[in-house]
């Protein structure tokens, strides 16, 4: 499975910005999805996650009430939208497909990932 993300971009402090993550075709399982970003300097951070039929949803606290995913299984794709957007949401975000199909966090139960979008949030 191949993951394409887009839609990042500049944006100033307070501004929008929504995510989208293709996937090339769907998996032979039924699997949750996440986002996660890697800001400069940080390691990689979980941002949120959605299990299989979108009923279960899960934020990092530092976005909670400003980011919502979602997805459409049937042009699987999957997105991010993103308001309220700081300095300190700069980062290269990267979409991903997790072992299971409900909502998880750790980087390592993720199995395939995109190529990342650089999102740059000026001040």
């Known amino acids: 499975v191949q993951l394409q993300a887009s839609g990042g971009g500049l944006v100033q402090a307070g501004g929008s910005l929504r995510l989208s993550c293709a996937a090339s075709r769907r998996t032979s399982s039924d699997n949750g999805l996440g986002w996660f970003r890697q800001r400069p300097g940080k390691e990689r951070e979980f941002v949120a996650a959605?299990?299989?039929?979108?009923?279960?949803?899960d934020y990092a606290d530092s976005v909670k009430g400003r980011f919502t995913i979602s997805r459409d299984n049937a042009k699987n794709t999957m997105y991010l939208q993103m308001n309220s957007l700081t300095p300190e949401d700069t980062a290269v975000y990267y979409c991903a497909v997790s072992r299971y199909s409900g909502v998880t966090k750790p980087p390592s139960n993720y199995q395939y990932w995109g190529q990342g979008t650089q999102v740059t949030v000026s001040s």
């Open positions: 959605i299990s299989w039929r979108g009923g279960s949803t």
